[in-house]
């Protein structure tokens, strides 16, 4: 409470920086069709009054969140996402909410001995009073402040927050085993990973499905002249939360699983560049595909469990994904005809019957591996694989039948 109104000033200061550059970006979209990027964003407005209410830092690191935004939308408007729409202006009538401000390490002092910050504030906010925050914060006994990032003030609702970003050195354990596994994304199965030993397991991607439409219903969806309304900013940071929750709770337990089986390598299909063409322009999969490819973020999965298994000594290598689909896990052969629908795939050669997304996971698996499976992959195990959902109560992953 000591600091509010110093952080108040702040949060209100960067909405207006926002909402200047939000004006200049308009107007350069609306001459040429040009967004600039933060690099001009920077350049032209450093001499702003209001760039100058915040440490440089933060003024940039306000500008460089609009130029993500606007790129975002723009790419999502390239894919043919029509519910897309362009970052608004930070304004409710005649006030401007209290945005997140980010202190990086320039405008930053730790007296750890005290368990003080010291956060600078702009030359215009410098007058008549002190020339930074000064903020007390308490941890708990084991954990340690230091080597930090960035410090950012997050207004809840309620009240301020303080989040400090640190840089820990984490320790690698030992790899679990010498055994490997693959991994196929999907849209409805989100995974399906294949192990060594034959085992094989789906995890459906239903639950982003149902808080995708969910909170993006009409009544969500609400824009007006100063951007999105406040429930349906509300109903896209809950969404946003819960996605999150998803992809690190399955990161996590996709790891845990992989120790189970002493699994010291994961293969894993690169979806980076499934939104792009071959001349590295937007490919388009049509109004639908587009539409269920936008915020399934693969990638941003992909680097999750990259860094939960680096922790745990196990590697992750992206694959390509070509001809996973198409070719028989059993015998090799390769033919389109062989996926006949959406989960299943017949080889007309071998006879193999088995769940399509797990015939191209193990087909990834051995991409980093030429080892077949060390138990017998029997159609019945591949065609009929374990299935996990996501328990939306414990916030973690179970056997179908228990959920």
Sequence with gaps: SQVSDDLDDCGFSASKLWNVARYYTQGR?????????????????????????????????????????FTSWYKARQRGDENANPPGYRKHGDEHPRS?????????????????????????????????????????????????????????????????????????EDAPGDNTAGIDLGINN????????????????????QDKHYFTRDEYD???????????LRARQKLSRRKDHFLHALAK???????????????????????????GEVRNWGKRGNKKL?????????????????????????????????????CGRKRDANRVERGLYVCESCGATMNADVNGAVNIRRKITQSPPTE????G?????????????????????QV
């Design 29 to 69: 979209w609306d001459e040429d069709g040009e967004i600039p990027d933060d690099g001009e964003l920077k350049s032209e407005l450093k001499e702003h009054e209001r760039y100058s209410d915040l440490h440089s830092q933060s003024s940039q690191r306000v500008l460089e969140e609009l130029a993500e935004s």
């Design 100 to 172: 997140t401000v980010t202190w990086k390490q320039n405008g930053i002092k730790h007296d750890s001995k005290h368990n003080q910050l010291r956060l600078s504030k702009g030359f215009n906010l410098k007058n008549h009073r002190s020339d930074f925050i000064l903020c007390e914060y308490e941890t708990r006994p084991d954990v340690t402040v230091e080597n930090i990032q960035q410090v950012r003030a997050v207004w809840n609702g309620d009240r301020w927050e303080l989040h400090i970003v640190c840089k820990v050195e984490i320790r690698t």
């Design 190 to 209: 989100y995974l399906a990973i294949a192990y060594d030993d034959g085992d094989a397991e789906l995890y459906p991607g239903n639950v982003l499905k």
């Design 222 to 232: 609400t824009e007006g002249e100063n951007g999105p309304s406040r429930r349906a």
């Design 253 to 279: 337990h996709i790891v845990e699983r992989c120790i189970d089986h002493e699994v010291g390598r994961i293969a894993i299909g690169d979806l980076s560049k499934i939104l792009e063409d071959e001349d």
């Design 294 to 330: 936008h915020g399934w973020e693969f990638d941003r999965f992909t680097t999750l469990l990259e860094y939960k298994a680096e922790e745990h000594g196990i590697l992750v290598n992206r694959v390509s994904e070509q001809n996973t689909s198409k070719t028989c896990s059993c």
């Design 376 to 379: 017998d992959m029997s159609n």
């Design 381 to 401: 195990r591949l065609a009929r694989p374990a299935v996990r959902l996501f328990n939306q109560t414990s916030g973690s992953f179970h056997p179908r039948e």
